[in-house]
């Protein structure tokens, strides 16, 4: 990968992070539940992050040609949603077709965002350029679990972070 394409790479990220930003404090103006507005502006919060990191690279790829080392800290999102296990801790929104709507676009942000970082991290030759890239789609995934474990329990699928919460009478001992 030529710097043009890394740099073509790092600029479709950061308008990716960017609109992402904007959707997630959409969202968070018109979730009318606290716990679903604080949701949606940790997102907004991580993805403003996420576009400050990509554009102290592309500056830095733009002015030396070399990539910075980057520690992407595990954010309290990223931290929280694998090992949500209180049903207390859950993060509720408003129900109905809007939430649920709103859910399922960043849902989708979220899982363009992870595929667009992993093929980078596999195609940039630099190897702090593909942790970094590596990185970003682990926090993306984070993202994603909680927007589903949302979705979840709204719908009332029985399933929290991918596990059944519930127990089927057949399989009562």
Known sequence: MSDQETLAALATAIEAEKQSLY??????WSTRDGSGKQMFVRLATDEFEHMRLLE??????AQSGTWQPAAVEATIL????PRLS????????TEGQNQL???NTALDLERSARTF???Q?????????RV???RLAEMEAAHYALLQAEIDNIQQTGFWFGLREFTLESERH
């Open 132 to 134: 970094m890239f590596a």
């Open 23 to 28: 959707n997630y404090l959409r969202f968070a």
């Open 86 to 93: 209180d049903k207390s801790l859950r993060i509720r929104g």
């Open 56 to 61: 102290t690279q592309q500056a830095s790829l």
């Open 117 to 119: 970082y992993e093929e």
């Open 101 to 103: 709507s709103a859910l």
């Open 78 to 81: 990223e931290r929280l949603a």
């Open 121 to 129: 991290s596999r195609r940039v030759p630099a190897e702090p350029a």
